[in-house]
């Protein structure tokens, strides 16, 4: 049996997500990942058993990541804050893996590729983490009394428009798009999302 070497698997990993990215579904094939990569066309289907499972691999390696870079984010007493510190590491994980985050959530095209169940929760966990940090902050006061998920979902829809576009490189004549762009983005959202809360928690016996 060979040896499974993990840094040939991520590279794999890693050159199917650009092919898809870069080129489409049409680029991926065992030829350009091997060349890529620097091994023989066997390597594919010895890691992952063929294409399919080598793209299903890309969202899985995508989800991973960003589970990690999620995961590193300290839970504190002030749950905005720790919304706020989820969102940097939201986006500093797409920085660093962009075109895994591309392919894991469908903006590189998947040609007949289509998401498992398994995949479709692993971005769900994901979710359920800000899902978490809005429920604490509905309940300390910070946040008014609301469906968490859909306020949660509100959050990601704007974390994830401002990731898309900045990785577009719409934001380039801001000399930091963080400062500019995204931080007054949080700032008013929490501003809405606080407005009524205090003044709920004060009339709550």
Do not use: K
Request: proline residues 3%.
């Amino acid at each position: 049996m060979r040896t499974v070497e993990p840094e040939v698997r991520r590279r794999l990993i890693e050159a199917a997500a650009q092919l898809l990215a870069d080129e489409g579904p049409s680029a991926l094939s065992t030829r350009r990942l091997a060349s890529s990569v620097g091994t023989s066309t066997m390597a594919v289907y010895t890691y992952f058993g063929g294409l399919p499972q080598l793209v299903q691999a890309v969202v899985d390696e995508g989800f991973t990541r960003l589970a990690a870079h999620l995961a590193a984010v300290p839970r504190t007493d002030d749950a905005a804050h720790d919304l706020l510190q989820l969102g940097w590491a939201y986006r500093q994980n797409a920085m660093e893996n962009r075109e895994l985050y591309a392919v894991m959530f469908g903006t590189a095209s998947l040609g007949g590729y289509r998401r498992s169940e398994s995949e479709l929760e692993q971005g769900r966990y994901t979710f359920d983490v800000l899902v978490a940090a809005t429920e604490r902050a509905m309940a300390d006061g910070q946040f008014r009394r609301d469906d968490a998920e859909c306020v949660a979902a509100q959050l990601w829809s704007a974390l994830h428009g401002f990731v898309m576009l900045e990785l577009a490189g719409f934001f380039e004549a801001h000399q930091d798009a963080v400062e500019a762009v995204l931080l007054p983005l949080f700032v008013n959202l929490g501003v809405g999302l606080a407005a009524g809360a205090s003044q709920r928690s004060a009339a709550t016996p």
